[in-house]
Antibody, heavy 119, light 110 residues
Framework: QVQLVESGGGVVQTGRSLRLSCAGSGFTFSSYGLHWVRQAPGKGLEWMAVISDDGSDKYYADSVKGRFTISRDNSKNTLYLQMSSLRAEDTALYYC????????????WGQGTLVTVSS | QSALTQPASVSGSPGQSITISCTGTSSDVGGYYHVSWFQQHPGKAPKLMIYGVSNRPSGVSNRFSGSKSGNTASLTISGLLPEDEADYYCNSYTTSSTRVFGTGTKVTVL
């Protein structure tokens, strides 16, 4: 079955950087677009970024453009999110998610990894 | 990239039907048939309930249905059950090739 497992979260100081990873299994990793979505404590879902199946196309929400970078390594079945210049408002549960086959819509989600940005 | 607008809360009694709206613009909901709905129980990851405006993934109850008119999409839950109590989010593809979520709706089963 499809599995997406995020890792790399933790407590980080304001202004520092952090890299999240998401390992995929149970599907042909290199055939699907992948997303990062976050959810601040007690708040709603916020879409952040998407990367195409081959990594050639990347799109970002305005709130993270220029600070966050999405990437993938299809040889390792792993998605990444490099986060820099972290702010308190970046504190959230970060989910990775995959697209449907040939549709720009999310179907499966991971369980998330928590990032806490503290001064 | 403003969030799509959903009512903060909707409630209904068991067995009743409720409808959650999701209002965007012609650059997202109104421009594409790539609108999805997700259910999220507390402490859990979101679960896909509707994709492509009105399609149900395998395993999702036919009590859940979706539709769209203009810039507004809707999710209807019929025959409301206690386990339907959760947060619901819509999501749409946009002209910028990005995605946008709705503000979220808390469904309460009275």
């Amino acid at each position: 079955q499809v599995q997406l497992v995020e890792s790399g979260g933790g407590v980080v100081q304001t202004g520092r950087s952090l890299r999240l990873s998401c390992a995929g299994s149970g599907f042909t990793f290199s055939s699907y677009g992948l997303h990062w979505v976050r959810q601040a404590p007690g708040k709603g879902l916020e879409w952040m970024a998407v990367i195409s199946d081959d990594g050639s196309d990347k799109y970002y929400a305005d709130s993270v453009k220029g600070r966050f970078t999405i990437s993938r390594d299809n040889s390792k079945n792993t998605l990444y999110l490099q986060m820099s210049s972290l702010r308190a408002e970046d504190t959230a549960l970060y989910y990775c998610a995959k697209d449907w086959p040939a549709r720009p819509e999310i179907d499966y989600w991971g369980q998330g990894t928590l990032v806490t940005v503290s001064s | 990239q403003s969030a799509l607008t959903q009512p903060a809360s909707v409630s209904g009694s068991p067995g009743q039907s409720i409808t959650i709206s999701c209002t965007g613009t012609s650059s997202d909901v109104g421009g594409y048939y790539h609108v999805s709905w997700f259910q999220q129980h507390p402490g859990k990851a979101p679960k896909l309930m509707i994709y492509g405006v009105s399609n149900r993934p395998s395993g999702v109850s036919n009590r859940f249905s979706g539709s769209k008119s203009g810039n507004t999409a809707s999710l209807t839950i019929s025959g409301l059950l206690p386990e339907d109590e959760a947060d619901y989010y819509c999501n749409s593809y946009t002209t910028s090739s990005t995605r946008v979520f709705g503000t979220g709706t808390k469904v309460t089963v009275l």
